[in-house]
């Protein structure tokens, strides 16, 4: 879990919809109030990362608050895929976990009849035989059914065929 600088930082857990404050132990989205800015204060800046903080005693001895897990995604970057939120960072952490697999990656998000699906298209390695596509897509689709409880489509596709990105990537399309 990551400690949090609270001798120099308030930190606080909102809810992403109220914004009204959530209790220990909940996840809510991060706000900040920095108490050491000369030049641009920032009071309860809504940062937007979702975690669980935790007064508990930490191992090393540190007492500050905590955040447990970390920082688990953006409220701005979540997508409800049948009633389930998924964070696009989820889905990268488990396509870095594939060494069979490039940098780049994109997820598109349908809509049919009401229901989103969930697409993921995968730079596959050149070196990786067409063979071994089949076993590696149901390797990845479980490791992310796991990691976000929903079931993708995953597509791979030659390495070099999405654009790169030049600032920071856009790797989520809605269809039409």
Not at 49 to 64: I, K, L, Q
Not at 124 to 146: F, G, M, N, Q, W
Not at 147 to 171: M, N, W
Request: proline letters at 5%; hydrophobic letters at 40%.
């Amino acid at each position: 879990s990551d400690h949090l600088l609270e001798d120099v930082q308030i930190w606080e857990l909102v809810d992403p919809d109220t914004l009204e404050p959530v209790r220990e132990g909940q996840r809510g989205v991060t706000v900040v109030t920095n108490l050491y800015s000369e030049a641009t204060p920032l009071l309860r800046f809504l940062v937007g990362d979702y975690t669980v903080f935790s007064h508990a005693p930490c191992a090393c001895g540190r007492t500050h608050k905590r955040a447990i897990g970390g920082f688990v995604g953006r409220a701005d970057d979540m997508l409800k895929i049948r009633g389930v939120a998924v964070f696009p960072s989820a889905v990268e952490d488990a396509l870095r976990a594939f060494d069979e697999l490039e940098g780049e990656f994109e997820i598109i998000v349908e809509r049919k009849e009401g229901l989103a699906s969930l697409t993921i298209r995968a730079e596959v390695k050149p070196d990786v035989p067409a063979s071994e596509h089949a076993a590696l897509r149901e390797r990845i689709t479980d490791r992310i059914r796991t990691a976000i409880e929903v079931r993708p489509d995953i597509t791979l596709i030659a390495a070099g065929s999405l654009e790169r990105p030049q600032f920071k990537a856009r790797r989520v399309r809605i269809a039409q």
